[in-house]
Structures are given as structure tokens and as C-alpha cells.
């Protein structure tokens, strides 16, 4: 449940949204 709750923080940050955004464009 922590590991769970690191990622939505980790996910909520803008910055982190559009490397992932930049990951699954590849």
C-alpha cells in the first residue's frame, strides 16, 4: 500500500507524466 501510494504521488507530478508520455510514444 506505501509502494502504491509513491507511485500515484510519483504519477501526479506533471513533469513525470510526460516522460511516460515520452517512453510510450518509442
Same mark, same amino acid.
Do not use: R, S
Given at each position: $500500500?506505501?509502494?502504491?501510494?509513491?507511485?500515484?504521488?510519483?504519477? $501526479?507530478?506533471?513533469?513525470?507524466?510526460? !516522460?511516460?508520455?515520452? !517512453?510510450?510514444?518509442?
Amino acid at each position: $500500500e506505501a509502494v502504491h501510494q509513491t507511485v500515484n504521488v510519483i504519477f $501526479e507530478d506533471p513533469g513525470v507524466q510526460d !516522460l511516460v508520455v515520452k !517512453l510510450y510514444q518509442k
